[in-house]
């Protein structure tokens, strides 16, 4: 399964593996979309995650992983990512993300989405940033194409985002399967270096993270949560993708991405025929 980039490869079979992985984190996470609301802690909404990766007999990616105590990365306001559940309460405005991996049959599926909780003052701005977060990513995984070279998908993201947000260039996506993070590393940002071509049975996981204010960021104590060094507001945006001999299919996404990417001109996978 590997080629000579050191990237695992994935058969038709496998690819059906992890799209059955990322359907429970789309579970999941759709879960804790439901759940959000003022009032609630973080570690009550880990929990309703756990709840539903249990239920479905698959087994959550991030606990344990490098020790990480929890099954959710919980993020609020000037948390970037890997924010750790626990008895924070939620507050009505607050800007959260969530992100979410599991794994069935040894594959796994990872994915993340920010909401902002409603009940608070209207802030545009944060309305704004989510949206360009989510937008930017969509753009990412429209430049999965076979042929193109790695750097495509950062290059699209960049130009997605332009200059009206920072975008966080510490962290990234990563290819996914057996493991949650395997190679290729995948930058978020326009880079002379052009990686391996893109081919069919490549997975990655996608997903590119934005500041209102800057993109630097600083790593707290307990040596997981990431925030903004100026205090800003953050997004973050994740989806498992699948780049198939038919096109594309986005394994977290419940449509497999149809209703984004054939607005976006790309051609999708329908992993049912597949």
Known sequence: MLGRDRIQYKTREQVRLMRRAGLVVADALDAVRAALRPGCTTAEL????????????AVPSFFGYQDYPATLCI???????????????????DVVSVDCGAIVEGWHGDSAF???VPGGPERPD???LVEACEQAMWHGIAAMIPGQRLNAIGA?????????????????????????????????YRTRDRGPRMRPGLCLAIEPMLTVGDAATRLLPDGWTVVTTDGSRAAHW?????????GLWVLTARDGGVEVLEKLGVRVAHLEDY
């Open 46 to 57: 880990d929990a309703v995650a756990v709840d539903v990766i249990r239920t479905a007999g």
């Open 75 to 93: 993020s609020v306001n000037d948390e970037v990512v890997h924010g750790i559940p626990g008895e924070r309460v939620i507050d009505a405005g």
């Open 114 to 116: 920010t909401a902002i």
């Open 126 to 128: 944060d309305l704004a």
């Open 156 to 188: 699209a993201i960049e130009d997605s985002v332009g200059e009206r947000y920072g975008l966080v260039e510490d962290y990234g996506g990563h290819g996914i399967g057996t493991e949650m993070h395997q190679d290729p590393h995948v930058l978020n």
């Open 238 to 246: 994740e989806h498992s993708v699948a780049l198939t001999e038919d």
